[in-house]
C-alpha cells in the first residue's frame, strides 16, 4: 500500500503539464453562464482541442479512437486539467461520459460509426433525457410511452432535468415500451434526434438564475425503431451498464476544487469555532482525496471496494459543511453571487440530490453493503 | 500508486484478526489489561514490527484490528519504546506545571515514558509518587492514577524523537479508532438485523438503516484518513506528514466517538447497559481521543 506514482504516471504527468501550460493561453476568456451558444462554442472548442492532442475519451477503447487510459491516469488528468484551472468538460459532459460509453458498450455498428467519432472530436453535443415529473429517485417507474409503428416509435410523455437539453443535438432517451411488464423489464433506451418534430424544450431556472437543465416535452415524436440500442424493453440494463465505466474519478474535479476553496479560506478564518470547522473540512478533504486514491487503485484491480457507493455521500456531506462554512467566514460579504464562493455554494446545493439523493445513497449502502432488508414496498 | 492492501497486508490483517478472535474475546478483554497480555503480543511481534522490517502502514493494520477487538492496554506507547527499552511501557505528554498527570495502567508499567517539547524522557514506575488512584476511571479497562508531580526522568531523546513519537503514536492511536469505529458498525449491523419490532427487523427501517448508512461511510473515510497517514509516514514525499497525521487523528477520533454513539442509539435500551459492550467502545473512545493530541488540537493544527 503506497502513495507513489510509477514512473509512467509521473511521466503523463509532465508531458499534460507541459501541454496545458501550451494549450491554455491559448483560449479565450470563457464565455458569459447565460451565453449559451459561446459556450457551446468554447467547450466543443476545448474537446476538438483535447482530441487533437490526444486526451480525448481518455477513458475510451482505442478501437473507438480513445486513450484507453488506466484510471490512474484518469486521475491525473482530472486533476491536473482542474488545478490549471483548464475549460471543464462542460456541454460535452454527456457525449464523453455518459452516452458515448452507453453506445461502446451497447451499440450497434452503425450507432457507433454515426456518433462516437464525432462526440469525440467535439462535433456532436448530447443530453440526458432521463428524469420525468413522476419519476426521480424512482427513475425506473417512468411513463414517457413509446409506441411501436412500423419502422419508428412514436414517444408521447415529459422529461425534467435534462442535462443540456437546450443545447445538444441528440438525446439519450429512456421510455416505457411495455407498460404491462414490471416496472425494470419494460424500459427502452433510444437515441433521439433533439430536432425531430413534436419536441418542446423548456429550460428550468433554478435557485442560481440560470441553468444547464431542461423540461422536454413529447408530442407525437417519431424516433426510428434503429436508433434503440440493445433489445426492446432492456434500457434499464443498458442505462447500469454506463455505470461500470466509473472508475472512482467521477468527482476528481470536484474535489480538486472543493480543496481549493477550503485552503483559500485559511487566511480569512479568526473566529476559534471556524478554525476548528475549517480543519475538519480540511480532514474531511484530505480523506476523501486518500479514498478517491483507493477506489481508482481498486477499480484498476477490477474489484470496487465499499468506498466506491460511499464516495458521493461522504462528499456531499463534506461540501455542504465547506459551504456552510464560506457563507459565515464572508460574511456580509457573500451577498454578491459573482463572487465564485458564493456562487459554488449555491451551486453546491445540488450535490446530495443529483444522481442519486442523500436518502438513495444511504439506502445503497444500507442494503448493498451492510446486507440490511429493504424496507416494506408500498406497491 | 497502489492504495489498496497487498497481498501481504491482507494475510497479516487476517493473522491479527485470527489472533484476536482467538486470544482476546471479549471475555478476556473485559479481565482487562495484565502482563499475559502484553507478552502474547510481544510473542506474535505486534510490538517489533517495525523492527522486523514491517512498514508503518502495516503496524497501522495491525492497531486497527487491535482497535477492533478493544485488546486492552498501553499499546501504542509499548509499540513506540520499542527497542529504545523492555517491558510494558505506557507514556503520557507532560503536563503544564502545576497540573497533575493522569497516568494510564498505573500498576502494570515497567516504565513511563514521558513527551515535551524538549524530547522523551524515562520514568521508573518506583519514582512516582504513589498519589492517588482512580477507583472508578471512566474506561473501566484502562485504570488510571493521578499523579501530582512527575520527576524529570531521564531524557532518551530530543526533541526530533519527541516529534516522532507524536507523530506516530497519533497515527497508531488513530489507526485503533478506526478499528473501534469498523467493530460498532458491524455490531451494531448485526443487532439491527437480528432486534425484531413491529414484526420487522430494526435494520429494514429507514430511520436505522440511514444510521448505520453514516457509522459505515465514517469509519470508511477515517480508515482511508489513516491508511494514507501511514503511507505518508512511510514514504514522507508522497505527501505532508503533519497534515496527513493530524487529519486522520481528527477523523479517526470523531468515528470512533460517533459511531459508538450511533451503535449506542441502534441497540437502544440494551445499549444502556453494563452487559452489551458498547459503553466500553465509547468510553475507550473519549480515553483516545486525550491522547496524542485532542481532535480540536489536530483541527486547529491543519490551519495554520
Redesign the interface.
Same mark, same amino acid.
Do not use: W, Y
Given at each position: 500500500?503506497? &502513495?507513489? &506514482?510509477?514512473d509512467s504516471?509521473e511521466a503523463f504527468r509532465a508531458e499534460l503539464r507541459a501541454w496545458l501550460t501550451r494549450a491554455l493561453p491559448e483560449l479565450d476568456s470563457p464565455p458569459a453562464r447565460d451565453d449559451w451558444p459561446a459556450r457551446v462554442r468554447y467547450d466543443t472548442d476545448w474537446q476538438r482541442r483535447l482530441f487533437d492532442a490526444g486526451y480525448a475519451g481518455m477513458s475510451w477503447p482505442t478501437e473507438y479512437g480513445g486513450r484507453d487510459a488506466s484510471p490512474?491516469e484518469q486521475l491525473l488528468f482530472l486533476e491536473e486539467t482542474t488545478q490549471a484551472q483548464a475549460p471543464y468538460v462542460g456541454v460535452n459532459f454527456v457525449g464523453n461520459l455518459h452516452a458515448g460509453p452507453t453506445l461502446i458498450a451497447e451499440g450497434t455498428d452503425e450507432q457507433k460509426a454515426a456518433h462516437l467519432p464525432r462526440i469525440l472530436r467535439g462535433d456532436e453535443v448530447w443530453c440526458q433525457c432521463f428524469s420525468e415529473p413522476g419519476a426521480g429517485s424512482d427513475l425506473a417507474g417512468l411513463r414517457a410511452r413509446a409506441v411501436r409503428d412500423g419502422d419508428d416509435y412514436v414517444v408521447n410523455g415529459q422529461k425534467i432535468w435534462c442535462s443540456f437539453g437546450h443545447v445538444g443535438e441528440f438525446g439519450e432517451l429512456l421510455v416505457r415500451t411495455d407498460p404491462d411488464a414490471s416496472k425494470h423489464r419494460g424500459i427502452s433506451w433510444l437515441i433521439l434526434a433533439m430536432d425531430s418534430a413534436g419536441i418542446e424544450v423548456r429550460p428550468i431556472e433554478t435557485l442560481l438564475g440560470s441553468s444547464e437543465f431542461s423540461e422536454v416535452f413529447f408530442d407525437e415524436v417519431r424516433v426510428p425503431v434503429v436508433n434503440r440500442v440493445g433489445a426492446e424493453n432492456d434500457g434499464w440494463r443498458v442505462t447500469n451498464v454506463t455505470l461500470s465505466f466509473e472508475r472512482g474519478t467521477a468527482f476528481v474535479g470536484e474535489m480538486v476544487d472543493a480543496r481549493r476553496l477550503a485552503d483559500e479560506l485559511?487566511p480569512l478564518?479568526h473566529d476559534a469555532t471556524d478554525?476548528? #470547522? &475549517?480543519?475538519?473540512v480540511?480532514?474531511?478533504l484530505?480523506?476523501?482525496w486518500?479514498?478517491t486514491?483507493?477506489n481508482?487503485?481498486?477499480a484498476s484491480?477490477g474489484t470496487p471496494?465499499?468506498?466506491a457507493l460511499?464516495f458521493k &455521500?461522504?462528499y456531499s456531506e463534506a461540501r455542504d459543511r465547506l459551504g456552510e462554512l464560506s457563507m459565515r467566514v464572508l460574511g456580509r460579504d457573500a451577498f454578491d453571487v459573482h463572487d465564485y464562493r458564493v456562487e459554488e455554494r449555491l451551486r453546491t446545493l445540488s450535490i446530495p440530490i443529483a444522481a442519486g439523493t442523500s436518502?438513495i445513497?444511504?439506502?445503497i449502502?444500507? #442494503?448493498r453493503?451492510?446486507?440490511?432488508?429493504? #424496507?416494506?414496498s408500498w406497491e | 500508486?497502489?492504495?489498496?492492501? /497487498?497481498e501481504d497486508?491482507r494475510a497479516l490483517q487476517e493473522g491479527i484478526r485470527r489472533l484476536c478472535e482467538g486470544r482476546f474475546d471479549m471475555t478476556r478483554v473485559r479481565s482487562g489489561f495484565d502482563t499475559s497480555v502484553w507478552t502474547e503480543l510481544a510473542d506474535t511481534g505486534v510490538f517489533s514490527l517495525r523492527a522486523d522490517g514491517f512498514g508503518w502502514?502495516d503496524v497501522s493494520l495491525t492497531f486497527q484490528e487491535l482497535g477492533r477487538a478493544l485488546v486492552p492496554g498501553p499499546l501504542v506507547w509499548s509499540h513506540l519504546a520499542h527497542g529504545v527499552v523492555d517491558g510494558v511501557v505506557g507514556g503520557l505528554e507532560r503536563p503544564r506545571r502545576g497540573e497533575p498527570a493522569i497516568v494510564e495502567h498505573p500498576g502494570d508499567l515497567d516504565a513511563l515514558a514521558v513527551i515535551d517539547d524538549a524530547g522523551v524522557a524515562l520514568v521508573r514506575p518506583a519514582d512516582l509518587d504513589p498519589g492517588a488512584p482512580l477507583t472508578w476511571p471512566l474506561d473501566p479497562l484502562t485504570p488510571m492514577q493521578r499523579i501530582a508531580e512527575l520527576p524529570a526522568g531521564e531524557p532518551i531523546g530530543d526533541a526530533r524523537l519527541a516529534t516522532a513519537w507524536r507523530q506516530a503514536g497519533a497515527v497508531l492511536t488513530a489507526a485503533y479508532e478506526v478499528g473501534m469505529a469498523q467493530a460498532c *458498525?458491524e455490531r451494531a449491523?448485526a443487532y439491527?438485523?437480528e432486534r425484531e419490532q413491529f414484526g420487522?427487523?430494526i435494520? /429494514?427501517?429507514?430511520a436505522v438503516?440511514?444510521l448505520?448508512?453514516?457509522l459505515? *461511510?465514517r469509519a470508511?473515510?477515517?480508515r482511508?484518513?489513516v491508511?494514507?497517514a501511514a503511507? @505518508?509516514l +512511510? +514514504?514522507p514525499? @508522497?505527501?505532508d506528514v503533519r497534515?496527513?497525521v /493530524?487529519?486522520?487523528k481528527?477523523?479517526a477520533g470523531?468515528a470512533a466517538l460517533g459511531n459508538a454513539k450511533g451503535a449506542l442509539q441502534v441497540y437502544g435500551g440494551m445499549g444502556f447497559t453494563w452487559e452489551v459492550d458498547v459503553h466500553l467502545y465509547l468510553k475507550r473512545a473519549w480515553v483516545l481521543n486525550t491522547a496524542f493530541g485532542a481532535p480540536?488540537a489536530?483541527?486547529?493544527?491543519?490551519?495554520s
Open positions: 500500500m503506497d &502513495l507513489r &506514482l510509477s504516471d490512474t485559511r478564518v478554525r476548528h #470547522e &475549517l480543519g475538519h480540511l480532514a474531511q484530505d480523506a476523501l486518500a479514498l486514491m483507493r481508482v487503485t481498486q484491480h471496494g465499499p468506498g460511499m &455521500l461522504a436518502q445513497q444511504r439506502n449502502i444500507g #442494503e453493503l451492510l446486507g440490511l432488508p429493504k #424496507e416494506k | 500508486m497502489n492504495f489498496d492492501l /497487498s497486508q502502514a *458498525v449491523t439491527a438485523l420487522r427487523p435494520g /429494514s427501517f429507514q438503516k440511514h448505520l448508512a453514516d459505515a *461511510v470508511e473515510v477515517a482511508a484518513a491508511d494514507a503511507c @505518508t +512511510d +514514504d514525499e @508522497t505527501g497534515r496527513a /493530524s487529519g486522520a481528527v477523523l470523531e480540536a489536530h483541527a486547529d493544527a491543519l490551519v
